[in-house]
């Protein structure tokens, strides 16, 4: 014997390209999952605004702004849709392309992608990249992981498909070459199912009032895209049999449904005499422009008309409407119509003296109550801490500021104007708001999932006054 270990097929294995892919990213993601999440979206900002700033990304390399090419780089990956600039006149060609790349990069969830490559590398997934996986789609059943992964890049690629092509006879409509309507079809597509806002025509959405089809098809893609591809799964596997899905299904599509028909409503009623908004529009045309402004504040981000022009009760239900936001484990943004869900149902059992909060003939874990509680409080408190520093800095009105930075934190994208006048300081405090927005209450709501402290003892119970 030579003193040397024969070798190892399953050390052959083990060092393989696959494994090495996944112990790196099992290593990354000891010490905090959610903390992995945040550095790979700075990351992925980081990138994107390199991009940004090089002088074939902008129309007239003289109007750099670092300020401006980090916001829209934070807009993009977050999907959000905010822009200081317009976007058409501002960027290039090249500015756009890297914009449309970065919009698709932050739809799938920076660590979603870690985990597809390292299922595509090694075939499969680990225990512990399941576990990674989860808190990317915050889904905690690890068996539906793998599953909800192949959804989750299937479902968006095959619906911007669907979408882009029926996009395209509106542009071919309009005159455009075939590789231009190409070109926007995939643009709007993919702006749209990943909730993001972006728009590279003079107006934005209010280029296309005159066109009813485009707005049907952009308002669906919104609309899909916010339910959330756990939604889109149990959707997909059980279509046929809505009795068998899941509680979280049945609250989303049931909320969603409820604030969708609000939203028409209110916004109809407030803005069908408004002669800045509808006043001058037929009955036909009104209806269709307040239900895609019903759809939109989901986290949509486009506007047929100008929210400056709007009346301010619906300023204020626009408020509530981005705050809420769409679907968990989605491309939305805002608390969650879950967590509304939640609340809503826990506060009506305690009016009514029960003990258990149900919903759909199934019982709502407790815990599953507290974390809504504190997504809710921590959303909050990011709302008034943001709007004083706007106020601040942009000393404008109340009403727009606050209005923007919920548009901000919600990653909705709909804008009163003031991220087109703010300083550079009232960029960055958006900045911040877009992403903390976009992480920060999933990561608070998985790290608060996953805790499972137990105390060894209790102490005496006391019930202090409410109200």
């Not at 903390?436 to 209790?458: E, M, V």
Request: glycine share 10%; proline share 4%.
């Amino acid at each position: 014997m030579n003193g040397r270990r024969p070798a190892s097929p399953f050390r052959d294995r083990v060092l393989s390209p696959g494994r090495r892919l996944r112990d790196f990213i099992d290593e990354v993601a000891d010490a905090s999952p959610a903390r992995l999440a945040m550095v790979s979206f700075l990351g992925a900002i980081a990138i994107f605004t390199a991009l940004l700033c090089l002088p074939v990304a902008h129309r007239n390399p003289e109007d750099f702004s670092f300020a401006v090419s980090l916001f829209v780089a934070v807009s993009a990956v977050c999907v959000t849709g905010l822009s200081p600039v317009v976007t058409e006149e501002y960027w290039s060609d090249f500015g756009i392309g890297v914009i449309t790349a970065a919009i698709q990069v932050g739809g799938l969830g920076i660590l979603t992608l870690a985990s597809v490559l390292g299922m595509a590398v090694s075939k499969k997934l680990g225990v512990r990249q399941r576990l990674i996986a989860a808190q990317a789609t915050n889904t905690f059943q690890i068996g539906q992981v793998g599953t909800l992964l192949r959804t989750v890049v299937s479902t968006i690629l095959i619906a911007e498909v669907i979408v882009a092509g029926l996009l395209l006879p509106s542009f071919l409509g309009k005159g455009e070459s075939i590789g231009t309507a190409i070109w926007h079809s995939v643009f709007y597509a993919i702006s749209s199912f990943n909730n993001a806002g972006f728009t590279v025509h003079p107006g934005g959405m209010e280029h296309f009032t005159n066109d009813p089809w485009f707005l049907s098809v952009i308002m669906v893609s919104v609309f899909v895209g916010s339910l959330g591809f756990p939604v889109v799964l149990m959707i997909t596997i059980a279509w046929n049999r809505p009795r068998s899905w899941d509680l979280h299904t049945k609250l989303t599509l049931a909320t969603s449904a409820i604030l969708v028909f609000i939203g028409f409503v209110m916004l109809l009623f407030f803005e069908a005499s408004n002669p800045r908004t509808l006043g001058a529009e037929g009955p036909g045309h009104t209806a269709l422009e307040v239900l895609f402004m019903a759809v939109m504040p989901r986290s949509g981000g486009f506007a047929t008309m100008e929210i400056a022009d709007m009346n301010q009760t619906s300023h204020l239900l626009l408020d509530v409407l981005m705050f809420i936001g769409g679907g968990s484990s989605s491309t939305a943004g805002g608390i969650k119509v879950t967590t509304l869900a939640v609340l809503a149902l826990a506060a009506l059992s305690e009016a009514r003296g029960l003990q258990e909060v149900t919903a759909f003939h199934r019982r709502i874990d407790p815990p599953v109550i507290k974390v809504a509680i504190s997504v809710t409080l921590a959303g909050s408190a990011l709302v008034f801490a943001g709007t004083l520093a706007m106020l601040h800095f942009t000393r404008m009105p109340l009403d727009l500021v606050l209005f923007e930075v919920i548009s901000a934190f919600g990653t909705c994208g709909l804008s009163s104007g003031v991220t087109a006048e703010a300083p550079d300081s009232g960029l960055y405090v958006l900045s911040v708001l877009m992403f903390l927005g976009r992480l920060g209450t999933i990561t608070l709501a998985a790290a608060l999932s996953q805790q499972n402290t137990r105390r060894l003892f209790r102490y005496p119970e006391e019930r202090p006054i409410i109200g």
